[in-house]
């Protein structure tokens, strides 16, 4: 079972990757069980649906052979219901109606799959919006805020060039601050935006194969952050250039899937998960597996100097 995309998260987030998966964790018993693929982030459009069915893992994995088509794909709320319809480029891709409202906070929505052998549904209830107060850089010895990084929301894309938010690589610690909401947990994820960006770490013993499995993208496991405060771990930066850091509030079905799935332990994450032991995921999807989850979400940008 590939990981999803976060991306999140990420970015979307998070991130979709249900194309990309296999559905090998479970052994052949498991082979033709339907697998969706959606999140939901607040504020956002309703994102597009995948629908795959697993495939037996001891034959080669056709995403063409995976992906179904055919179905009937309806999203609803309390007072909207939005019927999806079939990607005509990319089959096992289901879009919504090009009037769909964006995601709304704190709301549950519904979502029903119907194929002509099988029924599969999940909920979801949107977590409230996310968004950050400021974004700081605190001396590393006396924890002082020495400047306030630029936001998003006062500088757009411009905050990669703006002085305030060049950081010289593991020069004092940057610190994100938001106001707690009701979520059930919280994930950090960070993404290098430059992909030809220069190899960052200056250590002897790494070789170029070595250098070659750092990946430019990664998240944390689920953490509780009741201050609102969280900081950017320099030992998730790799590269120089362009970044993009993200927090993420997610909902329970999100929250179940990453902490049970063994292949979850996000790019970052120091140690192992709580669901490290689990031997098949909490999917929370009745008549089928995958994820259908939701998370509100709001970012920091800023590029990374060498020292």
């Known amino acids: 079972m590939p990981r999803p995309v976060l ?55 056709s995403p063409l052979a995976a992906a179904v088509g055919g179905a009937r794909i309806v999203l609803s709320t309390d007072s909207a219901t939005y019927v999806y319809a079939a990607d005509p480029d990319s089959l096992g891709r289901y879009l919504p109606p090009p009037d769909a409202a964006d995601v709304q906070p704190q709301t549950a929505y519904g979502l029903r799959v119907e194929t002509d052998t099988d029924t599969l549904g999940a909920q979801t209830t949107t977590p409230p919006r996310l968004r950050l107060l400021e974004v700081v850089l605190l001396d590393e010895d006396t924890l002082e805020p020495k400047r306030r990084l630029q936001t998003f929301a006062e500088s757009g894309d411009a905050v990669y060039d703006a002085p305030e938010n060049r950081l010289r690589y593991l020069d004092d610690l940057v610190e994100i601050r938001f106001e707690p909401i009701d979520a059930v947990a919280y994930q950090l994820a960070l993404f290098s935006l430059d992909p030809d960006s220069d190899f960052i770490i200056d250590a002897d013993f790494l070789e170029e194969d070595d250098i070659e499995e750092f990946e430019r993208e990664g998240s944390s496991p689920p953490l509780d952050i009741d201050d609102g405060n969280a900081r950017l771990p320099w030992f998730a930066v790799a590269w120089e250039g362009r970044h993009l850091f993200k927090v993420l509030a997610i909902d329970r079905n999100w929250f179940d899937y990453v902490r049970t799935n063994p292949e979850e332990a996000g790019g970052f994450a120091a140690g192992g998960l709580a ?22 979400v709001d970012s920091v940008g800023f590029s990374v100097l060498p020292r």
Request: hydrophobic share 45%.
């Open 7 to 61: 991306a999140l998260i990420a970015a979307t987030i998070l991130l979709s990757c249900a194309a990309e998966r296999d559905g090998g964790l479970f052994g052949p018993s498991e082979a033709g069980v339907l697998l969706v693929d959606a999140l939901l982030l607040v504020d956002q459009p309703l994102p597009p649906i995948y629908l795959r069915r697993t495939q037996d893992p001891d034959t080669p994995y």
């Open 275 to 296: 669901g490290d032991n689990f031997e098949r995921p909490l999917f929370n999807v009745e008549g089928g597996i995958g994820l259908f989850g939701s998370a509100s």
